[in-house]
T-cell receptor, first 113, second 113 residues
Framework: EAGVAQSPRYKIIEKRQSVAFWCNPI?????LYWYQQILGQGPKLLIQ????????DSQLPKDRFSAERLKGVDSTLKIQPAKLEDSAVYLC???????????FGEGSRLTVL | QKEVEQNSGPLSVPEGAIASLNCTYS??????FFWYRQYSGKSPELIMS????GDKEDGRFTAQLNKASQYVSLLIRDSQPSDSATYLC?????????????FGSGTQLTVLP
């Protein structure tokens, strides 16, 4: 069974530039998550989708971050404009449903200079 | 904001010893508890889940849950150098449509040969 796919693995940008991350969840998983993990901290939930609808985006900085999950499958997380404090690993995870085990992708490491 | 607290460590134990990792949570009604292992530069992977009071054993790992004390722990018996990693405690919310999974900041474990 294929795991959660993410790209790009690494991205370096200047502050105020934009960046987009892509995630393809495990086939059949209805719930998709984007977490932000800053070095030395635990993952922090940014947004959670159930199929193609948002069920929780309370911690998403909506002035600069946006995410979509078209057709209830893959998802894109965008940051525009980026700030220095956005430097982190962006983890995508999926689960069969809202109560199921989370499976994580390898993450996308963002460095903002 | 639901909170999950862990001792950040680092925790060092000699090879063959028992490593004990602790976690407390603030949402008294939480029902689902998880331990994830995260190797340096890698994404989290689930190693244990526990839903009811008491102990749950899986190989060298034992998860312990005490809902009255809002406390969950992970014991690793016969610790091996390959167990050196950061261990993340995660608690699933009982309220809200998202049933959000909140992570602690992790405890870094080093097993010394």
């Amino acid at each position: 069974e294929a795991g959660v796919a993410q790209s790009p693995r690494y991205k370096i940008i200047e502050k105020r530039q934009s960046v987009a991350f892509w995630c393809n969840p495990i086939s059949g998983h209805a719930t998709l998550y984007w977490y932000q993990q800053i070095l030395g901290q635990g993952p922090k939930l940014l947004i959670q989708f159930q199929n193609n609808g948002v069920v929780d985006d309370s911690q998403l900085p909506k002035d600069r971050f946006s995410a979509e999950r078209l057709k209830g499958v893959d998802s894109t997380l965008k940051i525009q404009p980026a700030k220095l404090e956005d430097s982190a690993v962006y983890l995508c995870a999926s689960s069969f449903d809202r109560t199921g085990e989370l499976f994580f992708g390898e993450g996308s490491r963002l460095t903002v200079l | 904001q639901k909170e999950v607290e862990q001792n950040s460590g680092p925790l060092s134990v000699p090879e063959g010893a028992i490593a004990s990792l602790n976690c407390t949570y603030s949402d008294r009604g939480s029902q689902s508890f998880f331990w994830y292992r995260q190797y340096s530069g890698k994404s989290p992977e689930l190693i244990m889940s526990i839903y009811s009071n008491g102990d749950k054993e899986d190989g060298r790992f034992t998860a312990q849950l005490n809902k009255a004390s809002q406390y969950v722990s992970l014991l690793i018996r016969d610790s091996q150098p390959s167990d050196s990693a950061t261990y993340l405690c995660a608690v699933r919310a009982t309220s809200g449509s998202a049933r959000q999974l909140t992570f602690g900041s992790g405890t870094q474990l080093t097993v010394l040969p």
